[in-house]
């Protein structure tokens, strides 16, 4: 299994005046750990969205969140590819501190083309690199997606 993992420190501008992480914050930083993903499989964003003007919004997003994070703490985001459909990528987040799972989340994300908007498949080097980062046991949908 290929799991990726990003160490990022709670700043203060992530948290809410009680100090705690504000969960807004959790998401933006996410958005972040999927654009540090991109760029580690050889695809970074600048590349992908003003050169081939490819687009990978997230169209589906769900969030467990198990203890709360505090300003300062040293966060692990790990992610893995569950599993690559015709246009759209499964995606598992576990975000660990030192004391354990902080949160979890289950995101999916289409290729669309950013001249119509539409979702368009995944080319044939962007979705070889992501086959070989799949988790073991899952792989290609059965139908395109």
Not at 2 to 8: E, L, Q, V
Request: hydrophobic share 40%; with cysteine; net charge negative.
């Amino acid at each position: 299994m290929t799991t990726f993992s990003f160490d990022r420190e709670l700043r203060f501008g992530d948290c809410d005046p009680s100090g705690i992480a504000y969960f807004p914050s959790y998401l933006n930083i996410l958005n972040g750990v999927v654009e540090e993903f991109w760029a580690e499989i050889g695809f970074p964003w600048p590349e992908l969205i003003t050169v081939r003007k490819i687009g990978t919004p997230t169209v589906h997003l769900t969030c467990d969140f198990s203890r709360p994070s505090m300003f300062g703490d040293r966060l692990t985001f790990g992610l893995r590819i569950a599993r690559v459909g015709g246009s759209s990528l499964h995606l598992e987040h576990v975000v660990s501190g030192a004391n354990g799972m902080r949160w979890r989340a289950r995101q999916v994300v289409a290729a669309t083309s950013l001249l119509d908007h539409h979702a368009i498949p995944w080319p044939d080097d962007i979705r070889a690199a992501l086959m070989a980062h799949v988790s073991e046991g899952e792989g290609a949908e059965a139908t395109p997606a």
